[in-house]
């Protein structure tokens, strides 16, 4: 029996002219964490949505366990989860109030809701604002309400639409650490997210652009993807350093980060040198350059200004 939770194959969105999911084929296994990757108009919400039911694909298939998400929506409905970026809770009901509500909603039984109330509660540290109403919490605990509402009837597919954004770095741990726990109990979650780094978390990645698979992979697979080394300069002025840096031989790609650039370079053997007398030249103070590991975002910055040059050309 195949452990393939999630299966897509040649899905296509079009909104008048513009092409929102362009061909994209994936699947996710039970247990994983995939994370759908990509700037803004990638298409990531796109293809949440159809995969939750929500909305019709032109053309592809979407099976989730089995089950074509177009033609047997109730089916499935019991299946999965879907948290978009603006979750809909209740601010003027309790928390308890509104895990009973979605309770209420899925035709969870009362004793299985108990429960399972308890559980999310406990598991998201929330127990002890049990009685405090959804409009007085802080953004990072309404996503974690939001979280324990959309698990109330124990899916087997999590869809999370950005769940992060905009909350604090000690609430992020915390909704990963929900994320882990829920892979270990066997739940499929598919994230997009806007924290690269976030993506070094995930199981398999989905980098898309402009509603295209650019890769489909693991996050090691994806940095053996990018070609020479990554260089580390700080300075100052970081923006005169990258403007200095855009125009040199043998840059791939340049990336700020805050003081620190990350440069791609095609070999760092023989660009340092090179790299250190433009610098000079170009009157821009900067640190010693030195080669570090590639992260997720180096690779993905790379790839899709390879893939934008491309299309210029």
Known sequence: MSDEIVQVDGLTKRFGEVVAV?????????????????????????????????????????????????????????RISYMPQQFGLYEDLTVAENIRFYADIFEVSRTVRQQREDQLLEASGMSRFRDRLAGQLSGGMKRKLGIACALIHTPQLLLLDEPTTGVDPVSRRELWSILYSLVFEGVTVLVSTAYLDEAERCHRLLLMHQGRRLFFGTPDELKNMLPGA????????????????????????????????????????????????????????????????????????YVISQQETEQGS
Do not use: W, Y
């Not at 108009?41 to 989730?64: E, F, H, M, S």
């Not at 350093?241 to 760092?268: K, W």
């Open 22 to 78: 362009n061909n994209l084929s994936f699947n996710a296994r039970k247990g994983e964490i995939l994370g759908l990757v990509g700037p803004d108009g990638a298409g990531k919400t796109t293809a949440l949505r159809i995969l939750a039911g929500v909305l019709p694909a032109d053309a592809g298939a979407v099976l989730i366990t089995g089950q074509d998400v177009v033609r047997q929506p109730e089916v499935i409905k019991s």
């Open 230 to 301: 990554v260089l580390s300069i700080s300075s100052p002025d970081p923006q005169a350093l990258e403007t200095a840096v855009a125009g040199e031989q043998g840059v791939l790609s340049a990336t700020a980060m805050g003081d620190v650039l990350h440069v791609v370079v095609d070999d760092p053997d023989r660009r340092v040198a090179q790299l250190r007398a433009g610098l000079e030249h170009a009157g821009v103070p900067f640190g010693e350059p030195r080669r570090i590991p590639a992260s997720v975002e180096d690779v993905l910055v």
